[in-house]
């Protein structure tokens, strides 16, 4: 196999202090979100989405490499 491949949906070989590898993580919440947006929601549901689906994401990203800061500013303005 080539280094860096997927699994699990982990980039292996690639280096974890670098934003590039967090991007996919990026893309599944805002496509996520996408979703949602032409749903009618509460303001209680849109609090429960993001509290219990949205933080799931980057917990599993999370796991194994240690969140970056600029990475962590790009989450909250989503």
């Known amino acids: 196999m080539k280094v860096p491949f997927k699994y699990l949906g982990f980039p292996i070989g690639c280096c974890h202090k670098r934003e590039v590898l967090w ?8 496509s996520r979100l996408g979703r949602w947006k032409g749903r009618n929601f ?11 689906v949205l933080s799931s994401i980057p917990l599993f990203y999370m796991s194994m490499f240690r969140l970056l800061a600029g990475v962590m500013k790009k989450i909250e303005s989503i």
């Open 42 to 52: 509460s303001m209680a549901g849109r609090i429960c989405l993001i509290k219990f």
């Open 23 to 30: 991007d996919g993580m990026l893309d599944r919440i805002k």
